[in-house]
């Protein structure tokens, strides 16, 4: 998915807010905010938006000196969804068809975001999911596969989503490599968060080698790129993984909510949608 | 009132819809961003947010070649207001007191505004209007001015606002001369607006002679800031006008709705909150 017009105010908008998180130093944010201003004539629009967004967030770091700026905020998401744990598996556990109740909350964890869309309520975010009609709905042909698959890679995408993530996992019960950043970016899923989360216990943890809010193939390890290549069966998570991935040639299963207009477009659907979409099956 | 960086992006996001409007050529709008985003660093914070707007507005004239890019959404608010006209003529008269009704109705037509807060429904706001606590309420002192005024200064804001402006003038029954932009920007009302707006028949209208969307005082011609400077009374309308003229030093009566939440906090009120503030008296 390239970069719409769009993407620059918003783009603007993540640099103040994710800089206010960091640093208290007006100083330091204004110059921050000069530095994206000045970027913005040599952004390619053909790049995707994590790719742009990453000039802005590596901005951030060097500005401010803050490495992970979401930090403290991401160990509160993650000790949030572990504590209504126990409530999430009993939903699962109690439904119909577990597999597709995962799969819901799995989708509900991914409003945990403060990139595009900063404003949310995950208890509410639950409840609404339970029984919130699909726009794109892929599950015959996702149980199918998930069915043949001898195993899994899984894409994460927040550092509170993969509490999520975890149990989705556990609900497929297939052996589940699961895929981080290298480095903190926005609040995405990082090799420590996705221990506090507890994702060591059910899967391997791999990292995509690259440094962007997305996996965007170009920019992961070789080694990364085979097991994306060869895996038996890819779970996409999230918006900023769509936006890298949409345009791959092998299969893949992309779970996400659409958090901006501009995603729901490109999708043809409404924003606020959710989404369990196939490609190229 | 200084520019805050959060008006940063929101003049990224203006400058983005405001190039919409003029072309649909992409490549036009996003030259458009590349120029402003070159500028955020040359932007002094203690410049107020109207001037810093100037360069946007005036940036969108110059690359898309549009002088006036809100004509025809102007003259249709002005339409859809006039077409109103007899019922907010009704309810003032109606009223057991016609002049904080014209002057509720004067602040409801506040909201037509496609700078900050681009989103309103006309006769959603007159209905609020008409019993919305004021925030600040200084109508004694207002009514005291008024009754000793032998004319009124009234400067103006948006276009489609000007048509509830004459109701408040030909309600206060005191000659006025009512203050235009010298040239078209955003949506602000110019001599062209306020005679489609049939303020010529209710009072004299000049040109402020700046070309910013507020009166800055440093900015304007010389007759009229005498003009100013020498009134009886002063009414402003609109947060534009309140963020050029708050730190004036002679009495000035501000009416406005705060749409933006830096503006609230500015007058430690609500965003969408409702505004009649004296000012040095």
Redesign the interface.
Known sequence: MKTY??C???M??Q??QTGRIATSD?SK??KL??A??????DIP?NNTPPETATFIYQKIKEITGVNDPYKTIKEQNIRQVIELYPYLQELVNKSDDPLLMAIRLAIAGNVIDYGAHRHFHIEDEIEKSIDQDFAVFDYDKFQNDLKKAKAVLYLGDNAGESVFDKLLIETMGKPVTYVVREEPIINDVTMEDAINSGIHEVAEIISSGAYTPAIILKLCTDDFIEKFNEADLVISKGQGNYEGLSEVDRPVFFLLKAKCELIARELKISKGAIVLKAINL
């Open positions: 017009l769009d620059i105010p918003c603007m908008e640099a103040l007006e944010i204004k905010l000069d994206v201003g000045d970027k913005i004539k629009l």
